[in-house]
């Protein structure tokens, strides 16, 4: 079983759809992160959750809402996206947040969103 | 300045070539460098991380100027399964975990 597991791989929305992305973790980690990867951008950090409770959030619009039920699960809530939100959205876990970093984030494959 | 910079690349080397990359970062009080791997279409995984005495793992190895805010990453006797995008990514205990470069293309070719 794959360490870090995103549903669904693709996603093509309208705009004025409304999805989630889920993301589920199975080694027991305390932190989850929602990345943004468009194409020659280096990856975006969007949101950072640390036992549950978001720690981060990087200026993302407001039509992306994320929600960590319990450590183990992050979904991200779309509605009304934009054609520019066409992205790979990644999720990963890390043991802690602001570790003695031994720095391994293990990443999900990503859900790959097209927006019409 | 963006946080971290690296070689815009792409890389094209043939099999068996030596290949450098190098990686600036701009916050002084980075504390943890790293290398991560990502293959096309594909997520990306830790390479290795970058110790301030250099280190060595097999055919890879990373150095680290904290002075000149520098990390580098030299591949020798290419394989052609190392054609991937090498990613820098940094850390500080202050401010943002984990910021990513833009990442260096590299394809070797046979």
Known sequence: ETGVTQTPRHLV?????KKSLKCEQHLGHNAMYWYKQSAKKPLELMFVYSLEERVENNSVPSRFSPECPNSSHLFLHLHTLQPEDSALYLC??????????????FFGEGSRLTVL | RKEVEQDPGPFN?????TVAFNCTYSNSASQSFFWYRQDCRKEPKLLMSVYSSGNEDGRFTAQLNRASQYISLLIRDSKLSDSATYLCVVTALYGQNFVFGPGTRLSVLP
Not at chain 1, 13 to 17: K, L, P, Q, S
Not at chain 1, 92 to 105: K, M, V
């Open chain 1, 13 to 17: 929305m309208g705009m004025t759809n």
């Open chain 1, 92 to 105: 990963a876990s890390s043991q802690d947040y602001r570790q003695s970093n031994t720095g391994e984030l």
């Open chain 2, 13 to 17: 080397v043939p099999e068996g070539a």
